[in-house]
């Protein structure tokens, strides 16, 4: 019964001193934190709804209030989260980071990049891969089922306060069957077979390097060696590659040509991939039926671009990672690899400079 009661007294003491204690703690930890830069917190920066993801780890500085005063500012971050390729980093936001060590980019393309010039300043580079394929195999399927389908202009129709009849004209092209060439197998394009798999349809694609025996027969999926080859016997072909200097207007006059006139070209990539001048021009002449667009370049187009006034044009306005679930992945990753850069440790999906 005394143990009892000197233990009971010891837990009232603890009870006393744990405000004191929490304080301290807290205080501690967050002096721990490490700093890092992002561009805002809004529609053109990250979204509120995963904030909280990043300020569990750092604390965050947006740009605006950064440059108020980056003679104090600039020595404590020691990571850039960049999003929607902002912040830049140019050598003169780079200049005033002495203590950066790592840019955490949201999304997988990185041509916004100079990764040998950052890792020549000792900072290392890392993407987000992997968490954003579904959502983009998703998006690239929804482009080529409501361009085939005529979707857009079926909800107009129905909506118009015009509207008395439905039109029996409004027809749309078979998927199921049909041929698909995805350009660029990696893990978006592989995806996307995976989809396609589901509409019975013949599966080609081109790629760098061929994928294995094992992968190709899982989705049914066959192999050109020359993207001519792709091109020519698509009824729909989906470009899934990275932005370098070899992809660069990848789809242009010449390969547009080689397309069949009941073909469709959807686009999830890059905006600069495709030549877009070749395309409207293309679209115009009814050399391919149409496009559905996830990128332009720029972003968005100017108003009086004429691929916004083709009918046969479907565009979004590059929302391909855009879910809840999604969005909140690619910022774990994002954090996971600037908590990591900031320790000295193996980044979970750094960029090496090729």
Same mark, same amino acid.
Request: proline share 6%; hydrophobic share 45%; glycine share 6%.
């Given at each position: 019964?005394?143990?009892?009661?000197?233990?009971?007294?010891?837990?009232?003491?603890?009870?006393?001193?744990?405000?004191?204690?929490?304080?301290?703690?807290?205080?501690?930890?967050?002096?721990?934190?490490?700093?890092?830069?992002?561009?805002?917190?809004?529609?053109?920066?990250?979204?509120?709804?995963?904030?909280?993801?990043?300020?569990?780890?750092?604390?965050?500085?947006?740009?605006?209030?950064?440059?108020?005063?980056?003679?104090?500012?600039?020595?404590?971050?020691?990571?850039?989260?960049?999003?929607?390729?902002?912040?830049?980093?140019?050598?003169?936001?780079?200049?005033?980071?002495?203590?950066?060590?790592?840019?955490?980019?949201?999304?997988?393309?990185?041509?916004?990049?100079?990764?040998?010039?950052?890792?020549?300043?000792?900072? *290392?580079?890392?993407? !987000?891969?992997?968490? +954003? #394929?579904?959502?983009?195999?998703?998006?690239?399927? &929804? $482009?080529?089922? %409501?361009?085939?389908?005529?979707?857009?202009?079926?909800?107009?129709?129905?909506?118009?306060?015009?509207?008395?009849?439905?039109?029996?004209?409004?027809?749309?092209?078979?998927?199921?069957?049909?041929?698909?060439?995805?350009?660029?197998?990696?893990?978006?394009?592989?995806?996307?077979?995976?989809?396609?798999?589901?509409?019975?349809?013949?599966?080609?694609?081109?790629?760098?390097?061929?994928?294995?025996?094992?992968?190709?027969?899982?989705?049914?999926?066959?192999?050109?060696?020359?993207?001519?080859?792709?091109?020519?016997?698509?009824?729909?072909?989906?470009?899934?590659?990275?932005?370098?200097?070899?992809?660069?207007?990848?789809?242009?006059?010449?390969?547009?040509?080689?397309? *069949?006139?009941?073909? !469709?070209?959807?686009? +999830? #990539?890059?905006?600069?991939?495709?030549?877009?001048? &070749? $395309?409207?021009? %293309?679209?115009?002449?009814?050399?391919?039926?149409?496009?559905?667009?996830?990128?332009?370049?720029?972003?968005?187009?100017?108003?009086?671009?004429?691929?916004?006034?083709?009918?046969?044009?479907?565009?979004?306005?590059?929302?391909?990672?855009?879910?809840?679930?999604?969005?909140?992945?690619?910022?774990?990753?994002?954090?996971?690899?600037?908590?990591?850069?900031?320790?000295?440790?193996?980044?979970?999906?750094?960029?090496?400079?090729?």
């Amino acid at each position: 019964m005394q143990e009892l009661r000197v233990s009971m007294q010891l837990q009232f003491k603890l009870v006393d001193l744990l405000p004191l204690l929490d304080r301290s703690d807290l205080q501690v930890m967050a002096e721990a934190k490490p700093w890092g830069l992002i561009s805002e917190v809004g529609d053109e920066g990250f979204q509120e709804s995963v904030i909280d993801i990043i300020e569990k780890h750092f604390h965050i500085i947006c740009l605006k209030e950064f440059f108020k005063n980056p003679m104090l500012h600039g020595p404590k971050i020691q990571a850039l989260l960049m999003w929607n390729c902002s912040p830049a980093a140019e050598p003169s936001l780079l200049s005033c980071l002495p203590s950066l060590k790592v840019v955490a980019n949201g999304g997988v393309g990185i041509d916004h990049l100079d990764v040998p010039y950052l890792n020549s300043l000792g900072v *290392k580079v890392a993407n !987000t891969p992997g968490v +954003v #394929s579904d959502a983009t195999a998703d998006m690239a399927m &929804a $482009l080529l089922l %409501a361009s085939a389908r005529m979707v857009v202009e079926g909800h107009l129709i129905s909506v118009d306060p015009k509207t008395t009849h439905v039109p029996q004209s409004l027809l749309g092209v078979e998927v199921t069957g049909s041929t698909l060439g995805i350009i660029g197998m990696g893990n978006i394009g592989y995806k996307v077979a995976q989809r396609s798999k589901g509409f019975d349809m013949r599966i080609l694609y081109h790629n760098r390097n061929r994928r294995s025996v094992e992968d190709e027969q899982a989705v049914g999926a066959s192999y050109c060696e020359k993207l001519d080859d792709l091109l020519k016997e698509s009824d729909f072909v989906v470009v899934v590659v990275n932005l370098t200097p070899d992809t660069t207007g990848l789809i242009s006059h010449r390969e547009l040509s080689l397309m *069949k006139p009941t073909a !469709t070209l959807v686009n +999830v #990539s890059r905006g600069l991939v495709v030549d877009q001048d &070749a $395309l409207a021009k %293309a679209l115009k002449s009814g050399t391919i039926r149409a496009a559905a667009l996830d990128v332009t370049h720029p972003e968005p187009l100017p108003r009086d671009h004429p691929l916004l006034s083709l009918p046969n044009v479907l565009i979004t306005p590059h929302i391909g990672t855009n879910t809840n679930a999604t969005i909140r992945k690619m910022v774990q990753l994002m954090v996971d690899n600037a908590l990591a850069g900031v320790k000295g440790l193996p980044l979970p999906s750094e960029v090496k400079p090729k």
